[in-house]
């Protein structure tokens, strides 16, 4: 065997899509309800990627976005900030001047984000850039293609290289669930993730539907249990792109409760990429609708 079918034959890689959406399906039946408190939905709140990734950003939006984190803290003190502003990198000089709030990271997207369809060079470079102008995190696509060629060996090597790139920071693997098709494919891309060294794997770009689902998260936390099992290295977990509504963050933090545990429940190591959400959490916190982000 191969090095990598060595370590993929570690785990239970032995899961039909079925059995996934039945679990799925008696989490949300029986335990999201008791999530659905006050309390969770301020640690919540604290947990959200504040994300803009639009053709129309600019320094000008971008500075106005970041001013928001800015003035959120002094409007709401007794609330949790968010954990993070996502942006471009072009943006990340923009971004880590502005921001005036401790504890908020700034990541960027890189590695030829959404598509990932650029040289490796290019990708490690951008990733490089990205970092020296303030990013403190940084989220990479996988290479979904090589993926699905059944060229794993492409897939770790680029995750690898574009950890290098990264040094000391973190840095989060997008597999685009939704191009995987199965929950064996979301296992296994998974794995490999983490075993090139991302500290974190995501769901999704938010580019492309599907995006993400409680049974791509249900896979991925399974896959991170397992990986925690065999190497005692925690890995991150973050759900990205169709997070519309509280209820959706409430299942996917019921998932990541039952399946990981509460050594997973804080806002280092479960995330949420969105927008939109900001505002929806707010408005169930404060009691009536607000529109602040």
């Known amino acids: 065997m191969s090095k990598i079918e060595q370590v993929l034959s570690k785990y239970n890689l032995n899961i039909t899509d079925e059995e996934v ?26 947990s959200v990627e504040l994300t803009t990734l639009k053709t129309t950003d600019s320094e000008t939006s971008v500075m106005a976005f970041t001013e928001k984190v800015n003035q959120f803290e002094e409007a709401y003190p007794d609330l949790p900030h968010v954990a993070t502003i996502c942006v471009y990198p072009k943006f990340a000089k923009v971004v880590s001047e502005t921001l005036e709030v401790e504890g908020v990271e700034v990541a960027c997207v890189s590695g030829s984000f959404p598509s990932s369809q650029s040289l490796i060079e290019v990708k490690t470079v951008e990733t490089s850039l990205a970092i020296k102008d303030g990013a403190t995190e940084i989220d990479i696509v996988m290479n979904v293609g090589a993926f699905l060629d059944g060229d794993f060996e492409t897939v770790v090597d680029e995750v690898q290289q574009e950890k290098e790139a990264c040094g000391d920071k973190d840095m989060k693997v997008i597999l685009e669930t939704g191009c995987l098709k199965t929950a064996k494919n979301i296992k296994i891309a998974s794995i490999l993730s983490m075993y090139g060294g991302g500290d974190y794997i995501k769901t999704s770009t938010g580019k492309l539907e599907p995006a993400a689902t409680p049974e791509a998260a249900y896979v991925m936390c399974q896959a991170i249990k397992e990986y925690y099992d065999q190497t005692g290295i925690q890995i991150g977990f973050k759900p990205a792109g169709g997070l519309n509504t509280v209820m959706d963050a409430l299942i996917y933090y019921t998932i990541v409760k039952e ?30 609708e607000v529109k602040f982000f």
């Open 21 to 46: 959406k039945e679990a799925v399906k008696k989490i949300i039946a029986e335990k999201v309800h008791e999530n659905d408190t006050l309390e969770v939905k301020k640690f919540l709140m604290g």
């Open 259 to 288: 399946v990981l545990g509460e050594k997973w429940l804080t806002n280092k190591w479960f995330r949420m990429g969105t927008s939109r959400l900001a505002n929806l959490l707010l408005s169930e916190v404060i009691g009536e």
